[in-house]
């Protein structure tokens, strides 16, 4: 059957349920996020689930399902369908029998950000801004950088001044003008929005406005598609400000209101942080439904470094309603889970997804995920974009020196 138009039917308070009409720009509404409903009934009766399938392997062949419709153009930078690796050598070496890493490396700007950057833009150009704003831990800055200048957008990206080389080397490159701030994220947020009146540019801080998350969410549709519609046991993920968790769990939903899904059993997710920065992790403990800002954040998994999280209630209530958990691993086991995936399986494997084989290395331990269960964890970015740290384990030759042959042999 052949559709017109959109399937958005309005914009929703996450909070406290306002809504607001479809077709506006919005950021946020008493503080907190606002999310893209759509008409899924209509959707459900019109819309043949394996029309997915037939179409051109990216993020918008889910067309249907997103703010777009099949009306307006994406700013795309070709966001490809991700491979989902089986990992068997990594799976023996924990004690899992059936270990998955979908990896997003391969993405434009090599993150999972082009996702929802591309979504995000796509959506503010329709909306006619022509100027936009980002505080950043890094990856979204570089991400939206790019789709800014793939339209002729005017782009400033506000980063704390020890983010990673690459992301501030990336950003200069696709034309955004870059401030470096002593400070976090979220002190570049309060210099985006004390900016906002003067620049007249618009805030795409994370949550700020509902786009972004729902180009987040084709990881959720890409996954169950590439499943056969059936979704793993458990997704191990890791959560900075939420955006990734909290798209895939509303991808989920949808699709089981859809009755898309072979098996309505939902994922348990687990959100996944360092000790350095787990504000998420810490009210999940304590039982509460949002987070208290984290004093001292420091990571180097710079995705986790978000101290606060607009969000924070959408990521504990998704890993709750879900059966899930948070968790926080020590910030020094990080970089070996790192070396150990990458070194195991050549994935290229970013500080934030060792973090993640960490935690899962833990809950295999607990009991809490058993061995025959079917584990996807993603691998949120590219390891290449992390080049701070010197690597480990490197022979040096001096020049008419004796050559080190037992050193470059052994094991
Ligand atoms: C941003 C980022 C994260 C965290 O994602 P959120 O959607 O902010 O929770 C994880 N990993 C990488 C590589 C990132 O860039």
Redesign the pocket.
């Known amino acids: 059957m052949k559709f017109r138009g959109r399937w958005v039917s309005h914009l929703e308070s996450a909070i406290d349920g306002t809504t607001f009409e479809a077709d506006s720009i919005q950021t946020i509404h008493n503080g907190r996020p606002i999310l893209v409903r759509y008409r899924l009934d209509e959707i459900a009766s019109r819309v043949d689930r394996d029309i997915f399938t037939s179409r051109a392997p990216d993020m918008y062949r889910f067309r249907e399902l997103l703010p777009v419709g099949v009306e307006i153009p994406p700013v795309t930078l070709g966001e490809h369908e991700t491979p989902v690796l089986r990992c068997s050598r990594l799976g023996d070496q924990l004690g899992l029998n059936h270990l998955l890493i979908k990896d ?1 490396s391969h993405l434009p700007t090599g ?3 082009s996702r ?1 950057l591309s979504m995000a833009i796509t959506m503010a150009r329709h909306f006619g801004v022509s100027r936009v704003a980002i505080p950043t ?4 800055g570089g991400a939206m950088a790019a789709y800014a200048a793939r339209c002729g957008m005017q782009a400033w990206v506000f980063m704390p001044s020890d983010t990673p080389l690459v992301n501030q080397a990336e950003c200069v490159m696709f034309g955004a003008r870059v401030v470096l701030v002593d400070g976090l994220i979220n002190d570049c947020g309060k210099l985006v929005r004390e900016g906002t009146p003067r620049a007249g540019w618009f805030d795409m801080s ?1 949550l700020r406005e509902p786009y972004r998350i729902e180009g ?1 969410k084709t990881m959720g549709l890409e996954l169950a598609m590439q499943g056969e519609w059936r979704l793993p046991d458990v997704i191990v ?11 895939m769990w509303k991808a989920f939903l949808e699709l089981r209101q859809l009755g898309w899904l072979e098996d309505a059993t939902m994922p348990r997710m687990v ?1 996944v942080q360092s000790e350095g920065c787990c504000p998420i992790a810490k009210a999940f403990e304590a039982g509460a439904r949002f987070a208290e800002p984290f004093a001292n954040a420091h990571t180097i ?4 470094r ?1 101290p606060v ?1 607009l969000g924070d209630f959408l ?1 504990l209530d998704a890993v709750r309603e879900s059966e899930g958990c948070a968790v926080a691993i020590p910030e020094i086991e990080i970089g070996k889970f790192q070396q150990m995936a990458a070194g195991l399986e050549g994935i290229s494997i ?4 060792g973090a993640c084989i960490g935690a899962l290395a833990r809950l295999l331990d607990s009991g809490w995920i058993k061995r025959d269960e079917k584990v996807m964890v ?1 691998n ?3 390891a290449q ?1 992390y080049i701070e740290r010197a690597p480990e384990g490197l022979v040096r030759l001096t020049p008419g020196g004796e050559i080190p042959w037992d050193e470059i042999l052994k094991d």
Request: proline share 5%.
């Open positions: 997003e993150s999972f950000k929802g831990a890094g990856n979204a994370t987040k993920y890791p959560a900075g400000g939420g955006t990734g968790l909290i798209g959100a998994a710079s995705g986790l978000v999280a990521i970013c500080p934030e997804t993603f949120t970015g590219a974009k």
